[in-house]
T-cell receptor, first 115, second 116 residues
């Protein structure tokens, strides 16, 4: 069974600084997708970034980038130049190529950005 | 990104009544939609997979007669909580599969259900 682990329940960072959120996963599959979702206080789930396992290049979306280490089964999210609007719960999620009906979420990391 | 609309955002009902929640993909067709439940300060738990034109697939432990799902069109899935009880109070979120540019799921804004 696939599992997703986020070992940091809470993190905080000062505005304009950089923060890294950790995520590890366990799977025997070789082809899969990894995601980071953001859930602000409004509770809307927002897709932040997506990575396909076969791609060696780390995905980036503006201030958000990932460090994907397939052998180590690690998928961390780096937020650069943190902004107050980045305050939210962040969920790491996993989906196999062969069962795209099931998105498996980690337990989340609550990020607080301070002015 | 693609837009998924979910209504209502908040509903309060009496115990024993039924509540319908709608999930619509506004700018794309979604043959598959998903319904999740989220308890306070916890992650999302998949309840069921909704496929257009066929019966929903429920996760283990989810009562299909309690949580009725209908996916009658390519842009609309509904979740009906039947004979609601206080223990059904929760945050319910839908998502829709978007395949226009790789496998992605886009989420609705959620529905907070409170059963009195």
């Amino acid at each position: 069974a696939q599992t997703v682990t986020q070992s940091q329940p809470e993190m905080s960072v000062q505005e304009a600084e950089t923060v890294t959120l950790s995520c590890t996963y366990d799977t025997s599959e070789s082809n899969y997708y990894l995601f980071w979702y953001k859930q602000p206080p409004s509770r809307q789930m927002i897709l932040v970034i997506r990575q396909e396992a076969y791609k060696q290049q780390n995905a980036t979306e503006n201030r958000f980038s990932v460090n994907f280490q397939k052998a180590a089964k690690s998928f961390s999210l780096k937020i650069s130049d943190s902004q107050l609007g980045d305050t939210a719960m962040y969920f790491c999620a996993f989906m196999t190529y062969y069962n795209t009906d099931k998105l498996i979420f980690g337990t989340g990391t609550r990020l607080q950005v301070f002015p | 990104g693609a837009v998924v609309s979910q209504h209502p955002s908040r509903v309060i009902c009496k115990s024993g009544t039924s509540v319908k929640i709608e999930c619509r993909s506004l700018d794309f067709q979604a043959t598959t939609m998903f319904w999740y439940r989220q308890f306070p300060k916890q992650s999302l738990m998949l309840m069921a997979t909704s496929n257009e034109g066929s019966k929903a697939t429920y996760e283990q432990g989810v009562e299909k007669d309690k949580f009725l799902i209908n996916h009658a069109s390519l842009t609309l899935s509904t979740l009906t909580v039947t004979s609601a009880h206080p223990e059904d109070s929760s945050f319910y979120i839908c998502s829709a599969r978007y395949t226009g540019g790789g496998e992605k799921l886009f989420f609705g804004s959620g529905t907070q259900l409170s059963v009195l």
